[in-house]
């Protein structure tokens, strides 16, 4: 076949398929959220943004990602720099620090319900250390501060492998000849990864934040698992108008916000991380 | 004098960074273990156990729990609904997938880094409420509450990784093998079985299993998209509020084994995917 059209009799398959399961969707969905009975209206932004668990659920989302992100962030580096000068048994080790990246959000909350729940290992814990000597329950509505631990540290033993593995592929590909003139310079391990590390592994980072954030803004079956309905989140909001309510309209609605949140983070990161012109590696 | 006392202050300190630093390393190793170890505990022990306290932290190998969840009404359907939905995903995603990361490797055209960017960008997006929208569209057209009209929104979430690492997997193999098989009489097709096939299969294999723990994973739009032919994370989802504890461990263990053989498969190409995918 002649080589200039079989590059794109090529992609030919996957530009059609995500046209029609990914772009095409997006119009269907602005359209249901934009229209009513009557034709084009911002009824259902109205109607999901004044219903009273809207601001308690932005809030909710944005806090946790908060409280999350940064913490992923800092504990993926100190991973991948400690498996980088790891000269015995790395893949082992990353193979370990790897495996919640296969884990679902579903099974995570669940795992972390085992040791949070009325009966589960924390309680066991405790009462062998002799600090309580009956069951507490841990995830109630009185312990709201609780449950957002429960769910944070949930989603840090889930996602920070996902931000490892992007670091780890990302210092990969930071040339040794950087390291050893820094060494023969006499530059201290910290100034390495300081001077050397950070600034070269911003492309990496960024794509990482990005993910993570917009990940950490679709949060909902780990929540589902630990919270219920204690901890209202955006996600767990339109499942609700979509199943409970049979609100397609409001689904829509919330679906485009939270669309919305997405697109202006990854833009503030792409803006506060972005890489100088020619200066990649 | 003074001298060695400074050679012995290095030598410490560097022995109490040693100890730090595997220290630390065995902590963020239990960190990620301790947690699937609970639930193993839970998922073998009685029911009975399940909900006692103080509980044991070892598991007493009763079968009860995993006996009580495949007899519990639909969870054995909807354990093999998650193993067609997350198969067809797998084919789909690789022979839709593959030519246009094949294309990206060897061929330089206008669009190209358009298109990566593209493909990278919908990954940008929250892709499993495409279900929502999804959801109407599919009962207009027959394919509401199937496992092939899921397996289409679980390809969307598949395809951008599948392109991107046979992208970087074929880059790894050099041109001049397929150029060596077209002077000795292949052509560009058959070139391809004879020689890059072959060579591919076991990082394709590895890219096919990454997009079945993907589609195995997958709640919201599986939720959204299936009401009687539930897979197992929206049957336990939906079944969360009413289930038994022992029930969700049961269900919430059968999840996570796969997930644990299919990366420990495929965790040699993690790493070389995202450094050709950050490049």
């Known amino acids: 076949m002649n080589p200039r059209i079989l590059p794109y009799v090529l992609i030919l398959p996957v530009t059609v398929f995500l046209c029609m399961f990914f772009l095409y969707p997006f119009v269907l969905v602005a359209q249901q959220a934009f229209s009513t009975e009557t034709g084009f209206s911002l009824d259902n932004f109205r109607e999901v943004v004044d219903y009273w668990r809207f601001p308690i659920s932005l809030q909710n989302t944005l806090l946790l990602a908060a409280a999350v992100v940064p913490f ?155 919270g219920g309905t204690l901890f209202p989140v955006l996600m767990g909001e339109t499942y609700a108008y979509q199943f409970d309510l049979r609100n397609g309209g409001a689904a829509a609605a919330m679906a485009l916000i939270i669309l919305a949140i997405s697109i202006g983070f990854t833009l503030i990161i792409l803006r506060a991380l972005r890489v100088p012109k020619g200066a990649s590696i | 004098m003074t001298d060695t006392v400074a050679i012995d202050a290095s030598a410490d300190t560097r022995k109490w960074g040693k100890v730090l630093y595997v220290s630390t390393v065995v902590f963020l190793c239990a960190w990620v273990l301790v947690p699937i170890y609970f639930l193993l505990i839970n998922t073998l022990s009685s029911p009975e156990t399940v909900t006692s306290f103080p509980k044991p932290f070892w598991p007493e190998f009763d079968l009860a729990s995993l006996t009580f969840f495949a007899g519990f009404d639909g969870m054995l359907s909807a354990l093999k609904n998650s193993i067609i939905v997350a198969a067809m995903t797998m084919v789909m995603s690789i022979v839709i997938g593959a030519p246009a990361g094949y294309a990206l490797s060897r061929f330089e055209f206008r669009g190209k880094g358009t298109f990566r960017l593209l493909i990278l960008l919908t990954r940008a997006f929250p892709l499993p409420l495409l279900a929502l929208p ?124 796969p997930a644990l053989i299919f990366i420990f498969a495929v965790r040699k190409y993690l790493f070389a995917m995202w450094g050709i995918a950050n490049r």
Not at chain 1, 102 to 127: P, R
Request: net charge neutral; proline share 4%.
């Open chain 1, 72 to 226: 992923q962030v800092g504990l993926a580096l100190l991973m991948a720099t400690m498996v980088n000068r790891m000269k015995r048994g790395r893949d082992m080790i990353l193979y370990i620090w790897t495996i919640p990246l296969g884990i679902s959000d579903l099974a995570a909350g669940i795992i972390w319900l085992a040791i949070f729940d009325q009966s589960g290992f924390l309680n066991s814990m405790m009462n062998g250390l002799g600090v309580i000597d009956q069951p507490v329950n841990l995830l109630s509505y009185q312990n709201p501060g609780m449950v957002f631990l429960a769910i944070a540290l949930a989603e840090i033993w889930r996602a920070t492998a996902i931000m490892l593995v992007i670091l780890v592929a990302g210092i990969g590909l930071i040339p040794k000849e950087y390291y050893e003139a820094a060494e023969v310079f006499g530059a201290s391990p910290w100034k390495r990864f300081s001077r050397i590390t950070l600034p070269l592994l911003r492309p990496s980072l960024q794509t990482a934040l990005v993910l993570r954030v917009i990940l950490a803004f679709e949060i909902f079956a780990v929540v589902a698992a630990l």
């Open chain 2, 134 to 257: 999804l959801a109407v569209l599919f009962i207009r057209t027959g394919l509401d509450d199937t496992a092939f009209g899921l397996a289409l929104v679980h390809t969307t979430l598949a395809i951008p990784f599948s392109v991107l690492i046979t992208f970087s997997l074929f880059s790894g193999i050099p041109i001049e093998l397929e150029e060596a098989a077209w002077t000795l009489g292949c052509n560009r097709l058959t070139a391809f079985q004879k020689v890059v096939l072959p060579l591919i299969l076991p990082g394709i294999t590895a890219s096919a299993i990454f997009a079945f723990v993907i589609s195995w994973n997958e709640v919201f739009a599986a939720a959204v998209l299936t009401i009687e032919n539930r897979t197992l994370t929206a049957f336990l989802l939906q079944n969360l509020n009413t289930s038994p504890l022992h029930l969700k461990f049961a269900g919430g263990f059968i999840l996570v084994v």
